[in-house]
């Protein structure tokens, strides 16, 4: 049986507000994104797969900082931007969580 949501103030069959495509938008881009980078504490930042697709390429290509049954790995800085900069010139995905924001990248 299928379900449908319908959104207060929303009628059957009439076009959606761009408030609520925007809304949307931006919930598909949230479980779009492939990685998540976080800083756990002072100079350690973790980065952790978020989908199949980030976490294949993440055991293709960081394996040595990963354990087989880990879906991520934690890192410096420098590390942080060199994996950043790698996973973004193949196209991934990243959520970054900053100290004051949210970043997408």
């Given at each position: 049986?299928?379900h449908s949501a319908q959104f207060m103030g929303e009628r059957a069959g009439a076009?959606?507000?761009?408030?609520?495509?925007?809304?949307?938008?931006?919930?598909?881009?949230?479980?779009?994104?492939?990685?998540?980078?976080?800083?756990?504490?002072?100079?350690?930042?973790?980065?952790?797969?978020?989908?199949?697709?980030?976490?294949?390429?993440?055991?293709?290509?960081?394996?040595?900082?990963?354990?087989?049954?880990?879906?991520?790995?934690?890192?410096?800085?420098?590390?942080?931007?060199?994996?950043?900069?790698?996973?973004?010139?193949?196209?991934?995905?990243?959520?970054?969580?900053?100290?004051?924001?949210?970043?997408?990248?």
């Amino acid at each position: 049986m299928a379900h449908s949501a319908q959104f207060m103030g929303e009628r059957a069959g009439a076009p959606a507000s761009p408030h609520l495509l925007a809304a949307q938008q931006f919930r598909q881009m949230i479980s779009a994104m492939d990685f998540r980078v976080e800083k756990t504490a002072e100079r350690i930042w973790q980065v952790v797969a978020t989908s199949e697709r980030g976490m294949n390429w993440l055991k293709a290509n960081f394996a040595e900082m990963t354990n087989a049954d880990e879906d991520g790995f934690t890192t410096d800085l420098m590390g942080t931007n060199s994996f950043m900069g790698k996973a973004r010139g193949h196209g991934y995905r990243i959520e970054y969580i900053g100290r004051n924001r949210v970043v997408h990248f």
